[in-house]
């Protein structure tokens, strides 16, 4: 192999693993700017107040509708039975929400990736 | 004696005084905080003033019910999107330390008694699991509360820019039965947390006395 490919070959896995680097740092930097407050540093939550992410059937797709609810919030329950309540997000871009997805389900459950054009479809079908 | 002897006495000796500097062994007094004050020279240590409050049972709870026990407080808010619920989180943690250990209670003082009613704390006490005859959510009048808080040596102020419209710490107070200031970690801060719990079981022990 020619040095050039060679080094060529190097930069590209270089940028590869930077640009994952990336993208895991910004989805840790957004939860822990917009949900760690709520839902602890380890995703442990507050009982029924707040549900932990840790092993959240939300995060490995067998419960759907978590991008609707990061988009909408969650109101509270106006029967009063529960102080359940989440903001809404409707500012966050696809890709900010998928690369806190992708943090949320390697850091917190079984590491289903997601994907842009995945997330872009679920946004489109949410409700508003 | 010989030389070996006396070196495993002394470090003997220097492990037993060690041992007996840390908080919450027996015999050892937590400070009362706060300055004293003097009237007509007597002079009065710094307790928290009388109050009247209800709890989320609707119960009326006066500084002379909670004076048969030891008590944890802090001041928060149910709406507080800040660090009301990381706080709340250590309280559930020396909730848990302490449910089966008799003559320590928590108290959760509301600052935000327009929102939250005795039905909204009825609510948060059993989202979050937790029983009033250990854990009291209070609520009362606003801008008493704001001033109950000094007493506590917690800074809380009504601000329109803050989050949730309070600006207050996240201190965790430990109170005696005569209503004195003992002990105080910060409730953000996990790591303080130990600590407290032993300052917990040392002022049991004085109170047992």
């Known amino acids: 192999m020619k040095k050039t490919s060679k080094a060529f070959l190097v930069l590209?896995?270089?940028?590869?693993?930077?640009?994952?680097?990336?993208?895991?740092?910004?989805?840790?930097?957004?939860?822990s700017t917009l949900c760690a407050n709520c839902h602890m540093d380890d995703g442990?939550?507050?009982?029924?107040?707040?549900?932990?992410?840790?092993?959240?059937?939300?995060?490995?797709?067998e419960k759907e509708g978590i991008v609707c609810i990061i988009k909408n919030g969650i109101r509270a329950d106006s029967l009063g039975l529960t102080l359940k309540y989440m903001p809404s997000h409707q500012k966050m871009t696809e890709v900010e929400m998928t690369n806190l997805l992708n943090y949320l389900s390697t850091t917190f459950s079984?590491?289903?990736?997601?994907?842009?054009?995945?997330?872009?479809?679920?946004?489109k079908n949410c409700k508003p | 004696m010989g030389a070996m002897k006396k070196s495993k006495l002394?470090?003997?000796?220097?492990?037993?005084?060690?041992?007996?500097?840390?908080?919450?062994?027996?015999g050892d007094k937590l400070p009362v905080l706060g300055n004293p004050t003097t009237d007509n020279g007597v002079t009065k240590e710094h307790t928290i003033r009388p109050f009247?409050?209800?709890?989320?049972?609707?119960?009326?709870?006066?500084?002379?019910?909670?004076?048969?026990?030891?008590?944890?407080?802090?001041?928060?808010?149910?709406?507080c999107p800040s660090i009301c619920p990381r706080v709340m989180k250590q309280m559930l943690?020396?909730?848990?330390?302490?449910?089966?250990?008799n003559g320590v209670r928590l108290v959760s003082f509301t600052l935000d008694p327009k929102r939250d009613s005795i039905?909204?704390?009825?609510?948060?006490?059993?989202?979050?699991?937790?029983?009033?005859?250990?854990?009291l959510f209070l609520t009362g009048d606003k801008d008493f509360t704001l001033d109950l808080a000094d007493d506590y040596f917690v800074a809380a102020l009504e601000d329109p820019s803050a989050p949730g419209g309070f600006d207050h710490s996240g201190k965790i107070i430990l109170v005696d039965k005569k209503?004195?200031?003992?002990?105080?970690?910060?409730?953000?801060?996990p790591t303080t947390i130990p600590d407290f719990i032993k300052d917990v079981h040392a002022l049991l022990n004085e109170e047992d006395k």
């Open chain 2, 119 to 135: 039905g909204k704390l009825s609510v948060y006490a059993e989202n979050i699991g937790v029983k009033s005859d250990k854990w």
């Open chain 1, 44 to 61: 442990s939550g507050l009982n029924d107040l707040i549900p932990p992410l840790k092993g959240s059937r939300y995060l490995n797709g």
């Open chain 2, 52 to 79: 009247t409050y209800f709890s989320q049972d609707s119960a009326v709870i006066t500084n002379d019910s909670l004076a048969n026990g030891i008590y944890i407080a802090d001041f928060f808010f149910t709406s």
């Open chain 1, 110 to 123: 079984s590491g289903k990736p997601w994907t842009l054009s995945e997330i872009k479809t679920l946004k």
């Open chain 1, 12 to 31: 590209t896995c270089l940028a590869l693993y930077h640009s994952c680097q990336d993208t895991f740092t910004q989805g840790q930097r957004i939860y």
């Open chain 2, 93 to 101: 943690r020396l909730h848990d330390e302490f449910k089966n250990v």
């Open chain 2, 179 to 189: 209503g004195r200031v003992r002990s105080f970690c910060e409730g953000t801060d």
């Open chain 2, 10 to 26: 002394i470090l003997g000796a220097l492990t037993v005084l060690a041992l007996s500097c840390q908080p919450g062994s027996k």
